[in-house]
């Protein structure tokens, strides 16, 4: 029973809080639907305005309005007009006259040309004229008018075409809109003009002394100083200032007082309200000192109002006009959302594609794989083999109605029994030709047109075959980039996940040892792929990243994290951006050696070694048909071609297989290329050895060799062939050693080459790769007396332990304890 009393409490104070939050909901649905929705905000803008006079006596503003709000909402431009029409009468009676007539001038010229296509041209020259005509008419009612008034017509017509078009930028802003959008800093400039506009219109109200449109002015300055910071503040004070002091020349110092306090305040807006409003009080005491004692006061108590009401302020205000301006945090948070809806529609639309290409792989493979189909096919061949056969042989026999009619199914028996026996060339046997002459009258004629036709049938077979090998290759390559776009769109999905307790965590350990981060994006921490990037600031950078950071965060992902990319300020107490990643467990340290045949320049042999994505490297040797320019173009082409497909993600028994297809049918001369492929995963040392037409590779481990070899053909001799590939698991300190035909078939005088090379191998004390393709080059070479018979090539990669530089420092277990 005790226990009850503080829950119920507490259910009483969530409902309470419950119950405010949905008044307040409500409320400010109340507002937008009053304010916005129904126009009145439109109504009240227009009642300032109409209020709104500078120098005295130009009032350019409300006529810019109704041109506006003409083009943007005319269904509210009657309301619109009567709102002016109620300020400019309560401003003065000859205010309220010249905006009458100049509404009719706007109405008649507005609806005159309201066909020109060109509004951005013709709305600011027809607001020139409805401006300048009254004016014009009433100051030559009773008198000339001198040069100054000229001045002062032409002048409030300029400003009312150029006022338009600012809020043509402005009034969408207040308007009822369904979407959200980012505001360019063009249109946060007009916005402000409005804003000092309007607040024109209130010069002359006070309440106790206090002017409502400085507590206004200094109130927007606070606001937008605390969201947008110095420079949107000090642009608020400016264009305000500039404004009220145009309509009161008594307050021209208000714009230094209101730059300045925008200024201060955005500087100070670290210190949330209570640095901004502390930016303002300072800049009023400044400025406010060069005036009299009671003038001092009266500022001093206008400042302290704004600061009121800008406490007062709900922080849900900061949030929302926060999202319009560029820097802020808000702003940011909008901009990922909508980066992040594009990524969105990119993945599906690349998934789309990948299930194109995967749904065509099928259609091409259906075929293929269906059984009953293909039996189908082969039966329909064989009835028009022999119906072709028959037509020349049984159609005048005198036994036709015996073999076809009576005895079908033996006759059509036997005489497929003899087409299979004749396929590929090949004699029937000695039995079956015999049983078949005791069978047939005419044995020997149906079998020489059997033989004529089992050529075409043949022809027919193989070109068959080869178009099977070509749609089962195609249909290989197009599921391999579906493969490949559906890694692309998942990647593209790639965000920046959230792990707020591996986060903590490493915020806790690296402020432990005095390093404190600015911002961190932990974006993956899947076990060999992490990736987090930070801005650390250093007052003088030393390798922190790579001596501190990176074995602290080695310690608590427990796994080797390295520095992958660093961009240090070039100033003290800059900010550094650091970006981390897991660190492969192997490295490959590769040495080579090569000759051309004769000891010239230009070797048939190429080479290459090249890093993939995902902890994979690749070394591959191709060895093109002969010596010279020719061969040499051969294999450079072929391990081009491998490489820009590898590096696609495409698997490397598909890209063997297109990188054939592509040197079977882009020439007919007789070119074709050998290919020694190895792929070492540098996660695991385990490796995948692909020969095509190419010589056995080596693997040293201490003092025992083991033989690497597959029976491949050359590519570019065959459309289709199988791919063997060849799986081992190498350790720390294995050596594997990959060679030419010219390496392992030049030692000519010797009988089992294999076993040479590996005695060879084995007595090296060497532990340099680099040391190990020299000297079996050499020992090669001194087999055959020095001379050179053939393009040489070794290539020799070392797999090793990835040992960190700095090992990791476990300073998380006591951050922990703590």
């Known amino acids: 029973m005790i226990n009850s009393v503080p829950d119920l409490g507490k259910k009483s104070i969530a409902l309470e809080k419950r119950i405010v939050y949905r008044m307040r909901k409500w409320i400010y649905a109340q507002l937008k639907m009053i304010l916005v929705e129904r126009g009145w905000l439109f109504y009240i803008v227009g009642f300032l305005l109409g209020r709104a006079v500078i120098l005295s006596v130009v009032s350019p503003f409300s006529i810019a309005l109704l041109a506006t709000i003409w083009v943007v909402h005319k269904r509210k431009s009657v309301k619109v007009m009567l709102a002016i029409l109620g300020g400019a ?120 002394g206090v002017a409502v449109e400085q507590v206004f002015s200094r109130y927007f300055v606070l606001l937008l100083s605390f969201v947008g910071g110095a420079a949107i503040g000090s642009t608020v004070g400016v264009v305000a200032g500039l404004i009220l002091s145009l309509a009161n020349v008594a307050n021209l110092y208000q714009m230094s007082l209101l730059a300045f306090s925008g200024l201060l305040g955005g500087l100070l807006k670290e210190g949330k309200k209570v640095g901004v409003s502390v ?191 070509s749609k089962r290759l195609v249909a290989d390559q197009l599921h391999g980039v579906s493969e490949v776009m559906d890694d692309f769109a998942r990647e593209i999905l790639k965000e920046r996940e959230q792990h707020e307790q591996q986060e903590a965590e490493i915020v806790n350990a690296l402020k432990h040892m005095g390093i404190y981060l600015e911002k961190i994006d932990i974006y993956q921490l899947e076990k060999g792929s992490v990736d987090i990037e930070m801005t650390v600031l250093f007052q003088d950078y030393r390798g922190e990243g790579a001596k501190l950071i990176a074995p602290v965060l080695s310690d608590i992902l427990n796994e080797m994290i390295i520095v992958k990319e660093e961009e240090i300020s070039p100033y003290p107490n800059g900010p550094c951006y650091l970006a981390f990643g897991s660190a492969k467990a192997y490295i490959v340290e590769t040495g080579i050696a090569h000759a051309a045949k004769g000891g010239g320049l230009i070797s048939g042999d190429s080479y290459t070694t090249m890093e993939l994505g995902e902890g994979k490297y690749a070394l591959a040797i191709s060895d093109g048909m002969g010596n010279g320019k020719r061969a040499k173009e051969e294999s450079e082409e072929t391990l081009r071609l491998l490489q820009q497909i590898l590096q696609t993600g495409i698997p490397e ?107 060879k191998i084995r007595e090296m004390k060497t532990e340099d790769p680099q040391e190990i393709a020299d000297l079996l080059l050499e020992e090669v070479i001194r087999t055959k007396s020095g001379s050179i018979e053939d393009d040489m090539t070794v290539l020799v990669a070392k797999v090793e332990k990835n040992t960190p530089k700095w090992s990791t420092v476990p300073v998380y277990e006591s951050v922990k304890a703590q």
């Open 279 to 469: 930016g303002l009080l300072v800049g009023t005491f400044l400025v406010s000192m060069y005036g009299d004692a009671s003038t001092l006061t009266v500022s001093i108590m206008e400042s302290f109002t704004a600061v009121l009401l800008f406490l007062l302020t709900p922080a849900s205000w900061f949030k929302s006009i926060s999202r319009y301006i560029p820097g802020t945090e808000e702003y940011s948070n909008e901009q990922e959302q909508y980066l992040q809806k594009v990524r969105n529609v990119t993945a599906k639309r690349v998934e789309q594609f990948s299930d194109v290409f995967e749904a065509l792989s099928k259609s091409f493979n259906a075929s293929e794989n269906n059984s009953s189909e293909t039996d189908l096919s082969a039966r329909r061949e064989t009835d028009y083999f022999l119906s072709q056969v028959t037509e020349r042989t049984c159609q005048k026999c005198f036994m036709k109605e015996r073999c076809w009619q009576k005895q079908f199914d033996h006759t059509y028996t036997l005489m497929e029994d003899l087409k299979d026996s004749m396929a590929d060339g090949n004699e029937p046997g000695h039995k079956q030709v015999r049983e078949f002459g005791n069978y047939c009258v005419k044995s020997n004629k149906v079998m020489e047109a059997m033989k004529e036709e089992i050529s075409f049938f043949d022809a027919n077979q193989k070109l068959k075959k080869q178009v099977m090998e």
């Open 89 to 208: 009468f309560s401003y003065s009676i000859s205010q309220g006259v010249f905006l009458f007539l100049a509404m009719i001038v706007y109405l008649l010229l507005a609806n005159l040309f309201h066909k020109v296509r060109n509004k951005q041209l013709m709305v600011p020259l027809i607001v020139f004229l409805s401006t300048l005509a009254p004016r014009l008419f009433l100051y030559s009612i009773d008198r000339t008018l001198s040069s100054y008034e000229w001045m002062l017509i032409f002048v409030e017509g300029v400003l009312g075409a150029v006022l338009v078009l600012i809020f043509m930028q402005s009034i969408p802003l207040i308007s009822p809109k369904k979407y959200k959008r980012m505001l360019k800093n063009e249109e946060i400039v007009c916005a402000i003009i409005l804003i000092a506009s309007i607040l024109t219109g209130t010069i002359g109200w006070e309440i106790y």
């Open 653 to 759: 028994k598909v890209a063997i297989k297109s990188i054939n297809s592509i040197l079977t049918l882009r020439t007919t001369d007789e070119m074709f290329a050998t290919l020694d492929l190895a792929m070492i995963n540098l996660h695991n040392a385990s490796v995948r050895c692909l020969k095509i037409g190419s010589t056995p590779s080596f693997i040293k481990r201490g003092s025992k060799i083991t033989t690497v070899e597959a029976g491949n053909l050359p590519m570019g001799i065959i459309q289709e062939f199988d791919v063997d590939i060849v799986s081992e698991q190498l350790k720390a300190g294995d050596y594997l050693i990959m060679m030419s035909d010219g390496i392992f078939e030049a030692p000519k005088h010797i009988e089992n080459t294999d076993v040479w090379i590996k005695r």
